[in-house]
Nanobody
Framework: VQLQASGGGLVQAGGSLRLSCAASGRTFSRYTMGWFRQAPGKEREFVAAINWSGGSTYYADSVKGRFTISGDNAKNTVYLQMNSLKPEDTAVYYC???????????????????WGQGTEVTVSS
């Protein structure tokens, strides 16, 4: 399984970016795809997730209403549209994939065995 994240960059506060995560190597029909981020000096945190089969989406409270996660089954690609960006959104963003197993919560990074290389997002004030 390979995950390729892209789309990061430098943006001013209030601006937008769209991250992409292209997945390959297997069928992801029973997987959840997640985005996590890690700011300098901080632990990695959950941002958003989408269940590939049912389409359910989940968000951290800090990004709810500003970020939107979506998926394109035909392209095996997951997107994270980030609007109204804030300086505190500055981090390296990682996409990840986990099989849908009962009890393994989407917000726990320990359940994600597959990770992309990360893409850096910097929001200037």
């Amino acid at each position: 399984v390979q995950l390729q994240a892209s789309g990061g960059g430098l943006v001013q506060a209030g601006g937008s970016l769209r991250l992409s995560c292209a997945a390959s190597g297997r069928t992801f029909s029973r997987y959840t795809m997640g985005w996590f981020r890690q700011a300098p000096g901080k632990e990695r945190e959950f941002v958003a997730a989408i269940n590939w089969s049912g389409g359910s989406t989940y968000y951290a409270d800090s990004v709810k209403g500003r970020f939107t996660i979506s998926g394109d089954n035909a392209k095996n690609t997951v997107y994270l549209q980030m609007n109204s960006l804030k300086p505190e959104d500055t981090a390296v963003y990682y996409c990840a994939a986990k099989p849908d197993v009962s009890g393994r919560r989407y917000y726990h990074d320990v359940w994600y065995p597959y990770w992309g290389q990360g893409t850096e997002v910097t929001v200037s004030s």
